[in-house]
């Protein structure tokens, strides 16, 4: 077994973010790289009788990143534990979206500290949208020298040779690149599920939302090419995989950045062409829906019928502050234009309380369009300023009580809303495709139905991975529950 008790103060630093750099846009076309990602032969055994832990904080394509992590480790001969204290190596996979994400991650680091100090020959590592700021990894530089890793989002293909560095060389490695970002295909996936699968149809962000640092530590919006998402789609397919979820931050402005017409409509039609039993996509930024797109989600049985459509404020001015580049009237209009055409369709949001300068008039409005749109259900933030980004410089002269109580009155709205759109379903037949055993009765499965409800019923663990008809026959504040049927 190899010794992994490192050489202290023996660092290097080979990069560090940097918050501005990140912010450049040039028009200089994406690379695409087929084989950046290589394991040496001399590696692949490098983690034999070693284990691994690795915590994931962040949304689906965070989640999806750990899936690629996990590969990685493994064609490196690790082992996946569920015990991080049992762990010899430890990964945090981060998210910057919010402060409170920060202060998990800075609470667990705290934590691999005490048990560094009974083990250590523990490797730990950052990684993630935490590790692409600035002042971040200047922390980790200065206060938590038990970090031995720190590596950003543009090079998880890296890994192997950071690893190999720590472990033999004994030095800390902290390689976080700020650059807009190249596309990198053929990184190894250990999917989570044996039945649905995430795949990224596009990285970054360009849109630059006033309050967001999604577009500084993703880089800028790379779609892929449409040839290796079908490829992906269909090798899938074959595994027996019976769902995908295309990803993205907007997927709906999929190959604008790319040469030629081929758009988000064309991909979901292709997509839907392979025969996988069920497509969905996130998320859908309002500006991007085009008639197109709506026209091919209607006219495709297994694209399913769900929308995740983040309004994030009512009022007008507050969009403008937020640089949402829609209105309220937009998202209205298209609301209702996809409530028409996909007549069935769930529709989900996103909405932040407490925008710097909102009015009581302002989230006034934003709780008129909840009451019109009466949505399937709906994520809200209190927002959290991030440095660097345009709305961490606005004045935010709102009392924290007061908008605490602005997100529970927003609360009640959505949950009587989500709990009457559930109610709808009492006595309908709805599909559902069979994922879990339910940790309290192992005799019900559960998963979820087209329009994205989370449905237990009584069923044979064989029907695992299946897609059955269910007849609801209870409905809770976050399930349902209901019967097989075959009508
Ligand atoms: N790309 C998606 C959103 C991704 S981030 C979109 O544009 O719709 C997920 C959600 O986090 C956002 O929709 C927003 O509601 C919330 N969010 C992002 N930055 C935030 C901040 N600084 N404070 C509070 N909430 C924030
Ligand atoms: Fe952030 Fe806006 Fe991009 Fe969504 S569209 S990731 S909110 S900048
Ligand atoms: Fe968080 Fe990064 Fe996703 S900031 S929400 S993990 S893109």
Same mark, same amino acid.
């Given at each position: ?71 990685? %480790? ?127 149809? @596009? ?43 295309? %990803? ?18 064309? %991909? ?40 995740? %459509? ?83 410089? @606005? ?93």
């Amino acid at each position: 077994m190899i010794s992994l008790i490192r050489k202290r103060g023996s660092e290097i630093d080979m990069q560090m973010p940097n918050l501005q750099k990140a912010k450049i846009r040039n028009k200089e076309t994406v690379r695409i790289l087929t084989d950046a990602y290589k394991v040496e032969e001399s590696l692949k055994t490098i983690g034999r009788n070693l284990t691994y832990f690795i915590k994931t904080y962040g949304c689906q394509m965070n989640e999806h990143d750990s899936e690629n992590i996990k590969a990685i %480790l493994e064609e490196m001969s690790f082992t996946e534990i569920d015990d991080m204290e049992k762990a010899d190596l430890i990964l945090l996979n981060t998210c910057a979206i919010r402060e409170n994400a920060h202060n998990k991650v800075f609470g667990m680091i705290g934590r691999i500290k005490h048990l560094k100090e009974e083990k250590p020959h523990v490797i730990a590592g950052i990684c993630g949208c935490m590790a692409q700021e600035e002042s971040v990894v200047e922390d980790i530089k200065k206060k938590y020298k038990h970090i031995d890793i720190v590596f950003g989002t543009h090079n998880i293909h890296g890994l192997p040779s950071l690893l190999e560095k720590v472990i033999e060389e004994k030095e800390r490695q902290i390689e976080v690149y700020s650059k807009e970002g190249d596309v990198i295909e053929n990184i190894p996936v250990k999917r989570d599920s044996k039945y649905k699968a995430w795949i990224n149809i @596009m990285y970054g962000c360009d849109k630059f939302c006033t309050y967001c640092i999604v577009p500084y530590t993703r880089g800028k919006q790379r779609s892929r090419q449409h040839s290796f998402i079908i490829e992906e789609v269909k090798d899938l397919v074959k595994q027996g995989y019976k769902e995908v979820t295309l %990803l993205g931050q907007n997927v709906n402005a999929y190959g604008k950045d790319l040469e030629g017409e081929y758009r988000m409509e064309n %991909l979901l039609e292709e997509v839907a062409g392979t025969g996988i039993e069920r497509v969905r996509f996130v998320t859908s930024h309002p500006w991007d829906f085009t008639d197109a797109m709506i026209d091919t989600i209607a006219a495709h049985a297994n694209i399913m019928p769900y929308i995740h %459509l983040p309004l994030q404020a009512g009022s007008n001015t507050v969009l403008k502050r937020m640089g949402r580049r829609y209105t309220k009237e937009d998202y209205l209009t298209l609301f209702h234009k996809l409530k028409e055409r996909i007549p069935n369709a769930a529709i989900t949001t996103d909405i932040i309380v407490g925008f710097p300068g909102e009015t009581k008039e302002d989230f006034e409005e934003t709780l008129e369009v909840v009451r019109t749109c009466k949505f399937d259900g709906a994520f809200t933030f209190l927002f959290s300023p991030r440095e660097g980004t345009p709305a961490a410089k @606005m004045a935010d002269d709102i009392p924290l009580d007061e908008k605490n109580q602005r997100l529970y009155a927003l609360n009640e709205y959505i949950n009587q809303y989500s709990n009457e759109a559930n109610q709808k379903y009492l006595g309908k037949v709805v599909p559902v495709l069979l994922e879990n055993v339910s940790e309290k009765d192992k005799t019900m499965l559960s998963g979820y139905s087209d329009t994205m409800k989370l449905v237990n019923v009584k069923a044979p663990i064989d029907a695992l991975g299946e897609i059955i008809n269910v007849k609801i026959t209870d409905v809770k504040t976050w399930s349902m529950d209901g019967e097989m049927t075959n009508n």
